[in-house]
């Protein structure tokens, strides 16, 4: 095990309402394993993987990171968890408009103050194929390669987790293949675990295991 959820409850509070979006939910996730997360549009896909990244606390329940629980660390200790031990890719990409493509690689070891060398990014973006673009401002990059960008930031730290929230929702179907067949093959190689929010059923021959968030039914409290 190196992620894991148990019993966790999360709610929204919306003039006056309690709005329940996972109740009693359950996480597994083992070192290297592929995990994709789906179900309907507004069931609570993203707000798992922000609670299982600690950017979001779960009113109940525990979440713990191998034996490390979230609810036993400090603010500061959570941030040192989530740049030295997760990656995170988005479908808007999130690069800085400002860095050209290798700053915005580096831009997580920045922030742990972590020492490079920009032949350090080599071998990981001839692998995803962006050798060439590294001088590149994001507006300068197709969808294709600003995620392709993106996955290199993911994981130029070493993480033991990527949690990407629909990555490959912006790109067309050869991209989309392209994008996942990278990110998997690079997570394959390093044993980072993947936990991937997808609507596209297409993509879920990706993953070892499957889990499909059902819809709470909204109930007065
Ligand atoms: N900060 C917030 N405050 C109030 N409600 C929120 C907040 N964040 C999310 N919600 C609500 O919680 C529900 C679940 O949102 P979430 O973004 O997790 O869904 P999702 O499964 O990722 O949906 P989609 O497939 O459309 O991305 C939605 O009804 C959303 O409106
Ligand atoms: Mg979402």
Redesign the pocket.
């Known amino acids: 095990m190196i992620l894991q959820a148990e019993n966790i409850s999360k709610s929204?509070k919306?003039n006056d309402k309690t709005?329940p979006?996972l109740e009693h939910f359950d996480f597994i996730a083992d070192a290297g394993e592929k995990i994709a997360v789906t179900?309907p549009?507004?069931?609570?896909?993203?707000?798992l993987l922000n609670l299982l990244s600690g950017l979001d606390k779960a009113d109940s329940g525990d979440i713990r990171f191998k034996d490390t629980k979230y609810a036993d660390l400090s603010k500061e200790q959570m941030t040192n968890l989530r740049l030295t031990a997760f990656g995170y890719i988005f479908q808007a990409f999130h690069l800085i408009s400002t860095l050209n493509a290798a700053d915005n690689i580096l831009m997580p070891l920045a922030a742990r103050k972590k020492k490079v060398l920009y032949s350090d990014l080599e071998p990981i973006c001839k692998k995803l194929g962006i050798e060439n673009c590294l001088d590149h401002f994001p507006h300068q990059l197709s969808g294709g390669e600003q995620q392709r960008v993106a996955i290199a930031r993911a994981l130029i730290g070493n993480p033991a987790v990527i949690f990407s929230d629909?990555a490959t929702g912006n790109l067309d179907q050869k991209n989309s293949i392209q994008v996942m067949d990278l990110l998997t093959e690079c997570c394959s190689a390093q044993n980072v675990a993947l936990i991937f929010?997808t609507?596209d059923e297409s993509l879920l021959r990706y993953a070892d295991k499957v889990v499909r968030?059902p819809e709470v039914q909204p109930h007065e409290s």
Request: charged share 10%.
């Open positions: 929204y919306l709005i979006i179900g549009s507004g069931s609570g896909k993203s707000t629909e929010v609507h968030i």
